[in-house]
């Protein structure tokens, strides 16, 4: 597994429909909690580990410090070397929020099902 110098963990109000939701998007889901005391899945873009989810609950068990609600600051890229092809995937299982090309990329945001903004992300050609 590759991972990356740096991984989200969302807090997600439901895992299933939150994995589900992301396979469908062509997204290889961890089915299994990849921790012993308390559930974390992955998803993983291709062979790279995306980020990983966790139920909202279990977040505030583990570190009871954290917000009660879902949140996060800023919107999460999810890097879609064939842009074209991933956002004709996806398009139409998801609610677009905006497409757009600034700083040399190519992005289009939607939603997932916890009301957190991802973005597919490319370099624009």
């Known amino acids: 597994m590759q991972t990356a110098n740096f991984t989200a963990c969302l807090a997600v109000r439901d895992v299933p429909e939150t994995l589900d939701f992301y396979e469908s998007l062509g997204f290889t889901v961890g089915r299994e909690s990849v921790a ?11 062979d790279a580990m995306a980020f990983m989810i966790q139920p909202a609950d279990s977040v505030r068990e583990f570190i009871p410090q954290t917000a009660a609600e879902l949140g996060a600051s800023g919107f ?15 398009r139409d299982k998801v609610e677009v929020l905006k497409e757009a090309s ?24």
């Open 36 to 46: 012993q005391d308390h559930p974390i899945h992955l998803i993983f873009n291709g």
């Open 76 to 90: 999460f890229y999810l890097n879609a070397p064939d842009f074209d092809a991933a956002v004709a995937r996806i």
């Open 102 to 125: 600034d700083g040399g990329f190519r992005m289009l945001y939607f939603r997932d099902p916890n009301g957190y903004a991802m973005a597919l992300s490319a370099p624009a050609a």
